[in-house]
């Protein structure tokens, strides 16, 4: 009958049981290493059967390696396929052995064949991931000495393996073999003769990789096999705020989410491709970052540190290798482009943010001018000016409600720093006071008293000025009895809705928000819907929309704005090669707004050019930081012929004719 | 090493809209914020980055009311060891001989290997309170210091002259330098930093346990201020256009017009 046969023309079974019990050891301590990593202070936020699906869909179908690049998606499906089938396929014929027999006759037969085709599968894959490194050359992918050498070890697994099935039929062939084709095809490669003889070499030959391969397993990149459905599933959990009740003792470098993203990354090279830092020849690269950081962290926290010749050559090692350059973080807009592309959603804007949060408790390498900002963000509640109770001077004049003096009013426009104090974007809160005004929508603001809501604070890591900021914007807000917020920024919004919210999950604090934030895109979209706000005129112009990275990407919104620019007649909305969630950074978040760097790069500029390609006359965003960056590209470019810059309310009002005067465009 | 670095609360003024009081003898401090002497600010970076090269302790010293005690709190966050806080209300408006008077007292004889200072105060600006420490201590001292070097046996401090030309002076330890700004750069203090020295103990004295009462503040002061008054600002600019010879001719028309040429 049709069945396996255990190490047939094995004699030394032993040696294999003792190879076995080695690299399972090796596994063992590799994982045990690695684990060790994530376990100081471990938290979740409990078992969800969706996260679950969530994270099985991303890592058995692979949906985010598909997205952008299917060439690739079908690479890792084929090797992923034929891994798992072998995989299985080893596991059943252990059970079979050890446990109960069911593998003979008829289901020996299929099976056999299945396995075949996953062999052939697998290979596919690899065969299939060389080509795109080594002869299509796909830009994002390097070519270092260990990037063929996972590959080429895992198709010597399954050619090995595959010889070794031709050798023993060669050499005992019963008819039924045939089943396993590529083996009976292959089995004419060895004269009868020596066939026991090559079979013995070639089996030794083929368990000696796959052993090798387990016990390489946690210190390769394979690890991401293990690691990243791990990171998939947490990354659907928010990253929570730092407890800033710790001891100084208490606080660790990093987090097991910072260690998940690190371990998960594939180095696949998306990230550097989508990151604007990176595409503008800045020194940051997040996937050198990453690479960095977990070889830094593989040194400094190993397991093997317990012991002290161990710990000896670790430090040694983690003093003579270079690690993390500090100074590369702040080169981060916070864009989290990266992380939009990651297909194993690693977060190197959570590490950034981890390590900046160091250098500014340290102090020394914070840059000049970030230093000052912040003393100013912490003196005068704003990141502009030496000078207090000018945030509602851009209101001179309009006598809007002051909520902070007692003033009734439903909705709190929450200007926000930049927007009330920089001329230029000061443009933007006149617009949505207009347009506010025309549609009949009651608002006050905080007049002189509006604090900085700290958005500034959480993006550099400046904890503690954050924790203060956002204590004493909840304080008035709570005591006003605040229930709706519209901002100027999404950088507001996003912190007002979702920072504020991890701020109360950490301090526990149970109930729904007090107040609902939402960004004036949203707001404005609103109106249209209901009705309230139309355009009989319009506006001629062919227009491209500047997807903010605070709206589109951390708050999920696109479709808002673009509702907006859809409404107005004769606007004749054109995207660019990024947009939505793709969209491509101005360069002003994560804090670069107010700091320079040695050898920063144009990435405004590298944003109008995209613009420019599109045929447009108009960029329109809806964000104070993109509004002042692009703007000032547009000057510093020569651009000023080109094309115009404005703010969505800024083109909304025009569109209304509320500013008078011709199509400007 | 023994460092004492001196630090003053000053107001914020460079960007705020000044103004005075209705008796003219004061700005309107409600709209301010203190903070501190952006000299000082370089001098105890320089204490706590000459104590962490060459280990020591950094003591923090500073002269002025109840509030002033940031100043020390944001030192000890940026790494000094320990703070002297001279806490008396009576003491502002004193004039920098009373200072240093006060200075002495409070140090009771205690010794250090080196102290520094800014070399003036952002609001007084007098630039005395380093120089008379020294004379009143009898240490030898360097004022203006853009570098400071320890060697054997002493002190190399570079200091900065007129016309961008700088001189190097060695110095025997015990010794006084005051600091110019741009000496180094400053570290940033987060809030966390100044929240973990909270609890950190300062020593403090007030005028009656110097046994100064009645004789600090201004009345006491050689100084008394009469009036302070903000720049006129004039009616506005006339631009004059044309060829060179043209702007040259007219400018030296209106300056005779003017009463400045004869």
């Known amino acids: ?186 089995s004419g490669l060895f004269a009868p003769a020596s066939a026991v003889a090559a079979h013995a070499v070639l089996w030794w030959t083929h368990a000696a990789l796959s052993l090798g391969l387990i016990a390489w397993l946690p210190f390769s990149r394979l690890f991401h096999a293990l690691a990243a459905p791990v990171n998939l599933y947490f990354q659907q959990e928010p990253h929570p705020l730092a407890d800033l009740s710790l001891a100084p003792d208490q606080v660790r470098e990093f987090s097991h989410r910072h260690f998940l993203t690190l371990d998960a990354c594939t180095r696949c090279g998306r990230c550097v491709e989508a990151c604007p830092s990176a595409r503008a020849g800045e020194p940051l690269a997040p996937r050198g970052f990453v690479r960095d950081a977990r070889l830094y962290t593989r040194l400094k926290y190993n397991l093997l540190t317990k012991i002290p010749w161990f710990r000896r050559r670790l430090r040694q090692e983690l ?98 720093c930049t927007t009330s104090l920089d001329t230029r974007a000061q443009g933007l809160a006149r617009g949505l006071t207009a347009v506010l005004a025309h549609c009949g929508v009651a608002f006050g603001t905080l007049g002189k008293a509006e604090p900085c809501c700290g958005d500034i604070a959480r993006r550099v890591g400046e904890n503690g000025l954050f924790e203060e900021q956002r204590e004493d914007l909840s304080g008035l807000l709570a005591d006003i009895g605040v229930r709706e917020v519209v901002t100027s920024s999404p950088h507001c919004h996003r912190t007002l809705s979702h920072d504020y919210a991890l701020a109360r999950t950490r301090d526990g604090v149970t109930g729904p928000m007090p107040f609902r934030a939402r960004h004036y895109s949203q707001v404005l979209a609103e109106l249209v819907e209901q009705g309230r706000l139309t355009f009989p005129t319009g506006l001629a112009v062919r227009a491209t929309f500047h997807d903010p990275c605070y709206l589109a990407r951390h708050s999920r919104e696109v479709r808002a704005p673009r509702r907006v620019l859809a409404a107005i007649p004769g606007l004749e909305l054109v995207e660019m090669a990024d947009h939505g969630r793709n969209g491509l950074c101005c360069g002003g978040g994560g804090g670069r707004m107010w700091h320079e760097l040695p050898g920063q790069g144009h990435l405004a500029r590298a944003r109008l050019e995209q613009a420019m390609a599109t045929g447009a006359a108009l960029v329109v965003t809806a964000c104070p930081l993109c509004l002042i960056m692009l703007e000032d590209a547009r000057k510093a470019g020569g651009f000023e012929d080109r094309l115009a810059v404005r703010d969505l309310n800024e083109v909304v009002c025009l569109a209304l004719g509320l500013e008078g005067g011709a199509n400007p465009f | 090493m023994e460092i004492l670095v001196l630090a003053k609360q000053v107001p914020e003024t460079a960007e705020a809209d000044l103004e005075i009081t209705r008796d003219g003898a004061d700005l309107e401090r409600d709209d301010l914020v203190y903070t501190i002497n952006e000299w000082d600010n370089y001098a105890v970076e320089e204490a706590v980055r000459l104590k962490e090269a060459h280990g020591g302790a950094v003591t923090v010293l500073t002269l002025g009311d109840e509030e002033s005690e940031d100043v020390l709190r944001r030192g000890l966050a940026m790494g000094c060891d320990q703070a002297i806080h001279l806490n008396d209300e009576t003491f502002l408006g004193s004039d920098p001989a009373t200072v240093v008077q006060a200075m002495v007292k409070a140090l009771g004889g205690r010794r250090f290997d080196l102290i520094l200072c800014g070399v003036q105060s952002a609001d007084q600006g007098q630039g005395q309170t380093g120089v008379l420490l020294a004379q009143a201590l009898d240490l030898p001292y360097a004022s203006l210091a853009v570098g400071l070097k320890l060697v054997e046996g002493g002190l190399v401090v570079t200091r900065e002259l007129e016309a961008n030309t700088l001189e190097e002076v060695a110095l025997p330890l015990p010794a006084l330098v005051t600091v110019q700004s741009g000496i180094n750069q400053p570290r940033y203090v987060s809030i966390m930093g100044i929240r973990k020295v909270r609890g950190m103990a300062i020593e403090a004295h007030d005028a009656d346990g110097l046994d100064l009462a009645g004789q600090v503040g201004p009345a006491a002061s050689c100084l008394a201020a009469r009036r302070l008054a903000l720049p006129e600002t004039g009616a506005g600019a006339e631009i004059l256009s044309g060829g060179l010879d043209a702007v040259c001719a007219r400018a030296a028309g209106i300056i005779r017009e003017k009463g400045g040429l004869k």
Not at chain 1, 156 to 184: H, K, N, Q, T
Request: hydrophobic share 55%.
């Open chain 1, 319 to 416: 003093t003579s290798r270079p690690t993390i350059d500090p100074e590369q973080a702040w080169y981060c807009t916070t864009c989290a482009a990266c992380v939009e592309v990651c297909p194993v959603q690693a977060s190197p804007i959570e590490l950034i943010r981890q390590v900046r949060s160091a250098l500014v408790e340290q102090g020394s390498t914070v840059p000049p001018l970030l230093a000052q900002s912040l003393e100013r963000l912490a003196k005068y509640q704003n990141p502009w000016l030496a000078k207090k109770g000018q945030k509602a001077a851009w209101a001179k004049g309009l006598d809007l409600p002051d909520l902070a003096k007692g003033d009734p009013a439903e909705l709190l426009y929450f200007v926000g």
């Open chain 1, 1 to 186: 009958m049709p069945a396996r046969v255990p190490f047939w023309n094995i004699e030394a079974a032993w040696l294999f049981y003792l190879l076995t019990a080695l690299a399972l050891a090796v596994f063992g301590l590799g994982l045990a290493i690695n684990l060790a990593r994530w376990r100081p202070g471990f938290t979740w936020g409990g078992f969800s059967a969706a996260r679950l699906k969530a994270t099985l869909a991303d890592a058995l179908l692979g949906r985010r390696i598909w997205r952008g690049d299917a060439s690739a998606g079908l690479m890792h499906a084929l090797i992923l396929l034929g891994f798992l089938g072998l995989f299985l396929a080893t596991c059943l014929v252990a059970i079979d052995h050890y446990l109960v027999s069911f593998l003979h006759g008829r289901l020996y037969l299929v099976t056999s064949a299945l396995w075949e085709i996953c062999g052939l599968v697998l290979m596919a894959g690899l065969v299939w991931a060389l080509i795109r490194r080594y002869l299509q050359r796909v830009p994002r992918l390097e070519r270092r000495p260990a990037d063929a050498l996972l590959p080429a070890w895992l198709l010597a697994i399954a050619l090995s393996g595959f010889l070794v099935e031709a050798a023993r039929i060669a050499a005992s062939g019963a008819a039924w073999e045939r089943w396993s084709f590529l083996g009976w095809g292959l």
